[in-house]
């Protein structure tokens, strides 16, 4: 089988592998050859795979997954880091990417927080004025 492993910037991962693991929101699931046509979303997490005795591993913030005819294995995710220790990219690139994650989805709530506050006051505007005059 073929992986290619692709943030927006570069192609982290691409080479033979014998079998694969990821995981998504319903927990870690296997690859092997000759797999059916296959898409999953990504949860944060290690990816690993073995070639012969070699195992490989690759940390991903989020990403998506699809096996395609031919034994081809393609994940696009926003940032991936390869290591060769796995308690280092479990301990430090996970906890980043997680801590990452909490900001962004902080900074989205005050984003449609701020959205929500215009749009009331737009709204308030657009009443008859309590005169009976026209719209303000």
Request: charged share 25%.
């Amino acid at each position: 089988m073929r992986v290619r492993i692709v943030t927006p910037l570069s192609v982290v991962v691409d080479q033979d592998i014998d079998s694969l693991r990821a995981e998504d929101a319903s927990g870690s699931f296997g690859i092997l050859p000759g797999h059916a046509p296959f898409l999953s979303a990504l949860a944060i997490s290690i990816v690993s795979w073995r070639k012969g005795e070699t195992e490989g591993f690759c940390a991903l913030r989020g990403g998506v997954l699809t096996v395609s005819g031919g034994d081809s294995i393609a994940i696009a995710t926003r940032e991936a880091v390869i290591g060769t220790d796995l308690a280092t990219l479990d301990r430090e690139v996970l906890a980043r990417f997680r801590a990452d994650i909490d900001v962004e989805r902080t900074e989205h709530v005050e984003g449609m927080r701020l959205q929500l506050n215009a749009l009331r006051h737009m709204i308030s505007r657009l009443q008859p004025r309590p005169d009976g005059g026209e719209f303000r």
